[in-house]
């Protein structure tokens, strides 16, 4: 099994500031990769596909990247809004998460 | 809209049975995949099956730590997939989500996604 690993699990940031956020998978999922975002109470939101598309309706704020084991989600400006639990997805060979990092308000 | 509702959520005690269902609109429900993604109260995400489309023969596929009790189930007529939960065990309490995601390989990221509903395993 493909195991993802995010980092950092908590990441703080003000407002208007840049955020990335790090995932790393065991083996190579080329760009079989997606990030969604989770509010509480929610379902979650597919942000990323391909490990660089944004999803239909995602600001461009919101930038990925990376390819084969290495993969970053990059907020260039926080909202309000973005404060949330961020999950990357390998598709590669079976379906895996990792295990999410929170963002949250400095 | 398109759109994915589940229901049949519930208090089950250990061992025994529940199935849930996933009720879509708003897309081609039939060229879809479905998946299953759990998560259990206060940690990440976790998969926990698929059954593919008509096209690719309604395969499905488990996540270990489900395979021989869980079975996923669709019904297109319906625009309806089902989850049928056998032997459950305490460790099975979660919110279980359906998705969708497109059955071609390259291209399966997970979206649309239900509202999720909850099962609880306990006596």
């Known amino acids: 099994e493909i195991v993802m690993t995010q980092s950092p699990a908590t990441l703080s940031v003000s407002p208007g500031e840049r955020a990335t956020l790090s995932c790393r998978a065991s083996?190579?999922?080329?760009?079989?990769l997606a990030w969604y975002q989770q509010k509480p109470g929610q379902a979650p939101r597919l942000f990323i596909h391909?490990?660089?598309i944004r999803a239909t309706g995602i600001p461009a704020r919101f930038s990925g990247s990376g390819s084969g084991t290495e993969f970053t989600l990059t907020i260039s400006s926080l909202q309000s809004e973005d404060f949330a639990v961020y999950y990357c997805?390998?598709?590669?060979?079976?379906?895996?998460f990792g295990q999410g990092t929170k963002l949250e308000i400095k | 809209e398109v759109q994915l509702v589940e229901s049949g959520g519930g208090l089950v005690q250990p061992g025994g049975s529940l199935k849930v269902s996933c009720a879509a609109s708003?897309?081609?429900?039939?060229?879809?995949?479905i998946h299953w993604v759990r998560q259990a109260p206060g940690k990440g995400l976790e998969w926990v099956g698929r059954i593919r489309n008509t096209v690719n023969n309604y395969v499905p596929r488990y996540a270990a730590s489900v395979t021989g009790r869980f079975t996923i189930s669709r019904d297109d007529s319906k625009n309806t997939a089902y989850l049928q939960m056998n032997s459950l065990k305490i460790e099975d309490t979660a919110v279980y989500y359906c998705?969708?995601?497109?059955?071609?390989?390259?291209?399966?990221?997970?979206?649309?996604w239900g509202q999720g509903t909850l099962v609880t395993v306990s006596s």
């Open positions: 083996q190579s999922v080329t760009t079989n």
């Open positions: 708003g897309f081609t429900f039939s060229d879809s995949a």
């Open positions: 998705t969708g995601a497109r059955d071609y390989y390259g291209s399966e990221e997970f979206d649309p």
């Open positions: 997805q390998q598709y590669s060979n079976g379906y895996t």
């Open positions: 391909g490990a660089s």
